[in-house]
T-cell receptor, first 112, second 112 residues
Framework: DQQVKQNSPSLSVQEGRISILNCDYT??????FLWYKKYPAEGPTFLIS?????DKNEDGRFTVFLNKSAKHLSLHIVPSQPGDSAVYFC???????????FGQGTELSVKP | DGGITQSPKYLFRKEGQNVTLSCEQN?????MYWYRQDPGQGLRLIYY???????QKGDIAEGYSVSREKKESFPLTVTSAQKNPTAFYLC???????????FGPGTRLTVT
């Protein structure tokens, strides 16, 4: 039972354009969502997060949007840069300080 | 430099042998976690520990064992009972009560 889903395994965008990565979830008890970025053969690094009491959180080029009624969140990267090329995982939790449930990841490729 | 150390980076074992993966952190985090990543899949939780001398099974604990004798250390043993041990293993830690987890660089285990 996949509680967090990233239905696009890959995404390719042109440098300077917007990248939009999507994530859907099924558990309405989730109250916190996170995005991680991962390069091959390395550990994921935390990127940005959002609490379920908000619908938007912005940090520089990265913005996360949360639509609770649709159980959907998205990560916007603008402008996209070649160094953004990586696998992006969304994660969710309903247990503060406890388990994170991860999606399958979306591989972003930003072409110069 | 504060961080999480996993060693070794690459590990090779013969089928039927137990193997222990190391995870050490000097972030003074109370909680520690072990995940496994397989190609095309997200991170799946194996075990987690929120305090010394206590740990809980994650979603895929069968064939694995852990110990938490020190706050800084959370070693994972992959036993011969684990049917598909070849994978990329990631250790993470977090402040107690916080959602954000910080990951080590990972260990790629290959069992033949």
């Amino acid at each position: 039972d996949q509680q967090v889903k990233q239905n696009s395994p890959s995404l390719s965008v042109q440098e300077g354009r917007i990248s939009i990565l999507n994530c859907d979830y099924t558990n309405s008890m989730f109250d916190y969502f996170l995005w991680y970025k991962k390069y091959p053969a390395e550990g994921p690094t935390f990127l940005i997060s959002i609490s379920s009491i908000k619908d938007k959180n912005e940090d520089g080029r990265f913005t996360v949007f949360l639509n609770k009624s649709a159980k959907h969140l998205s990560l916007h990267i603008v402008p996209s840069q070649p160094g953004d090329s990586a696998v992006y995982f969304c994660a969710a939790s309903h247990n503060q300080g406890g388990k994170l449930i991860f999606g399958q990841g979306t591989e972003l490729s930003v072409k110069p | 430099d504060g961080g999480i150390t996993q060693s070794p980076k690459y590990l090779f074992r013969k089928e039927g042998q137990n193997v222990t993966l190391s995870c050490e952190q000097n972030l003074n985090h109370d909680a520690m976690y072990w995940y496994r990543q397989d190609p095309g899949q997200g991170l799946r939780l194996i075990y987690y520990s929120q305090i010394v001398n206590d740990f809980q099974k994650g979603d895929i604990a069968e064939g694995y064992s852990v110990s938490r004798e020190k706050k800084e250390s959370f070693p994972l043993t992959v036993t011969s009972a684990q049917k598909n041990p070849t994978a990329f293993y990631l250790c993470a830690s977090s402040i107690q009560g916080w959602y954000e987890q910080y990951f080590g660089p990972g260990t790629r285990l290959t069992v033949t």
